[in-house]
């Protein structure tokens, strides 16, 4: 049955129907196919002579706005560009203007200058500040940009379904700092990721992130911590998160799981449209597509959270864009490393824990048992492995994002080969621990429970005081613990210094569960995953007696490992295609 809908107008005494009713009716069509998103910002193509993919120019600049941290809603940003909407028809043509190729140097130039001057002048009569400053950012983004793909087509000769910006970081006046060199926004109804590069040779992992409206944030404190491991080898580091849009686990695992590797392809690509390759040893950019940076092609990715398995999708859409890396693009895959059955990360951080072990007169891999509270499961690579690198491991305690186990005298042989058959399994989780294995007063507890009963024997080991506990609070007691070892084999940041605020961190996930460097009791910290406390963490807890290196130190094994992939495949490539 044929579907009737009935549309209203406001401020229709405004609307030029003849005159818009092309862009109106292609703006239609383009939000019920789910091309274009709904929202304020399509007013514009009523009211200016915008079209319907200028209007995504400024949708897309105002998500990455956001992620920069911009101090302004979504709301207010597109109100802000309506109410402005002769300042949004300027900063439309400026971005054409600096931005398609079809013009010559000379010409963009000369377009560039006198719009740049337009719109400094139309800002003095905005009365609002903030308005100001918003319109400010849209200005700063489009002159800080080098490259685009908006001009580019696919191979059917149709507009791309995604919109990728690659901005020099350096010029963007508010971007949170750091800033490193450059920046590639790729925006999609579907996906919204961003690429942090710390010099023009770099590298580091690809996270899917589910910090919706922050994922940024988390890229630039995991590039942080790139940049200092990284100098082992010779890129600098890189960082790169994105997010799925349309679909959550409530869709299913398989569904959900699917999204989310169209959307990673659809992050490579948009990546992809703005680097230039190599043939025959000679630079290639990419075609219809002005470049205000010098050449630049050497664009590797890596696994990280979420994309352990994905390096042969990334392989494949660089054999897609015939990419001189090959497969070399993305590390691991098939014809890669496997850095879980190598053990590689979490043997380079371990070798920091018997370190720290071995000043405090004790060895942990012949002699001496020792306990631990961890963060992560066996399934994972790092904590797996790292759980399973000494027999004399007392697991006391664990927790991920949804199981808390607690085992508080375990037999250390039976619960090491436990360990070892759930990380074997193709897929695990605490839940699969057998039951009769934990000591008394332990048990394995859900993170949805309400409350959680404390055993005599958890408060005995864990020095808590109270009858029972919410998940979170008891999480956060295992992590004030007097145990010999915490080992971070996961995701967030734990500890911070009483110094920072929660909002300083940056990982609203996690801010009901972490405490402060000072009340750290462990004699020993393992940084297996990244981010795990904050510098300033580090340092408080190491003033108290802790002993600590840092993330960057801990966990370098795995980059220098895939560095050392990536160069022997280029070389190889090399001798492969000259077929000597």
């Known amino acids: 049955m044929d ?61 990455y706005m956001l992620q920069a ?56 009569d905005v009365d609002s500040l903030d308005e100001d400053r918003i319109l400010r950012w849209y200005l700063d983004l489009i002159n800080a940009m080098v490259r685009t793909n908006f001009y580019q087509v696919d191979c059917d000769g149709q507009r791309k379904d995604r919109l990728s910006f ?17 920046e590639i926004f790729v925006y999609s109804p579907r996906v919204e990721a961003v690429h942090l590069r710390g010099g023009k040779v770099a590298r580091g992992g690809l996270r899917w992130s589910d910090r919706m409206e922050d994922f940024r944030t988390e ?49 490579l690509r948009g990546m992809l449209d703005v680097t230039d390759n190599i043939v025959d040893g000679t630079i290639v950019p990419p075609a219809n597509t002005v470049r205000y940076d010098e050449d630049d092609p050497y664009l590797v990715v890596a696994a990280d959270k979420g994309t352990a398995t994905f390096s042969d999708i990334a392989n494949a859409l660089a054999a897609e864009y015939n990419f001189w890396l090959d497969d070399a693009f993305a590390s691991g ?15 380079g951080g371990w070798e920091s824990v018997k370190r720290h072990f071995r000043m405090r007169g004790m060895d942990i891999q012949n002699r001496d048992d020792f306990t631990v509270v961890g963060i992560g499961d066996m ?11 000494s027999t004399h491991t007392k697991l006391v305690a664990a927790f991920n994002h949804l199981h808390i186990f607690i085992d508080p005298n375990p037999d250390t042989a039976a619960s090491y ?21 934990i000591s008394q007063g332990g048990g394995i507890f859900s993170r949805q429970d309400k409350t959680i009963a404390i055993s005599p024997e958890m408060k005995s080991l864990f020095d808590i005081s109270a009858d029972s506990l919410t998940p979170n609070d008891l ?106």
């Not at 349309?246 to 590797?261: H, L, N, P, V, Y």
């Not at 895959?333 to 043997?347: C, E, F, L, N, P």
């Open 219 to 267: 890229v630039l404190g995991l590039v942080k911590a790139q940049m200092v491991k990284n100098a082992v080898i010779v890129p600098v580091g890189s960082k790169g998160g994105f997010i799925v849009k349309t679909k959550s686990m409530a869709d299913g695992r398989e569904a959900f799981q699917a999204e989310g590797i169209a959307c990673y392809q659809t992050f």
């Open 69 to 124: 941290r911009a101090p302004f809603s979504s709301a207010y940003i597109q109100q802000t560009v309506v109410k402005n909407s002769d300042i949004s028809v300027a900063l439309g043509s400026l971005f054409d203007a600096r931005m398609n190729p079809e013009y010559s140097d000379e010409t963009r130039q000369e377009k560039t200058t006198k719009i740049q001057e337009k719109i400094t002048a139309a800002l003095v």
């Open 379 to 389: 399934s994972g690579d790092v904590f797996g492995n790292g759980m399973l690198l």
């Open 475 to 580: 999480i956060s007691a295992l992590l004030r613990a007097p145990v010999d070892l915490i080992w971070n084999g996961g995701i967030g940041t734990y500890v911070k210094s009483a110094n920072e605020t929660h909002a300083d961190v940056g990982d609203r996930a996690n801010d009901s569960l972490r405490i402060d460097g000072n009340e750290l009791r462990a004699a020993v910290v393992g940084e297996g995953g990244n981010l795990g406390l904050t510098q300033q963490g580090r340092i408080e807890y190491a003033q108290t007696g802790g002993r600590i290196y840092t993330d960057a130190i801990d966990n370098s094994g795995g980059v220098n490992c895939s560095d050392h992939e990536v160069n022997i495949k280029i070389l190889l490539g090399k001798v492969v295609e000259q077929a000597i």
């Open 166 to 182: 690659k901005f020099l970081a350096a010029d963007i006046p508010n971007l949170p700092k750091p800033k490193l060199m450059f």
């Open 333 to 347: 895959g098939s014809v890669g490393y496997d850095h879980k059955a190598m053990g590689i990360t979490a043997r």
């Open 417 to 437: 080969a436990e360990r070892a058959r759930l990380f074997e399994l193709p897929r695990s989780s605490w839940a699969d621990y057998e039951a009769s294995l």
């Open 3 to 63: 579907a009737e809908y009935e549309l209203t107008l406001e401020h229709v005494d405004t609307v030029n129907m003849q005159v818009v009713r092309g862009q109106f009716e292609d703006s239609l069509k383009q939000i019920w196919a789910g091309r274009v998103e709904s929202d304020s910002f399509n007013e514009l193509v009523l009211t200016t002579k915008l079209d319907t993919y200028d209007v995504v120019v400024l949708r897309a600049l105002s998500r």
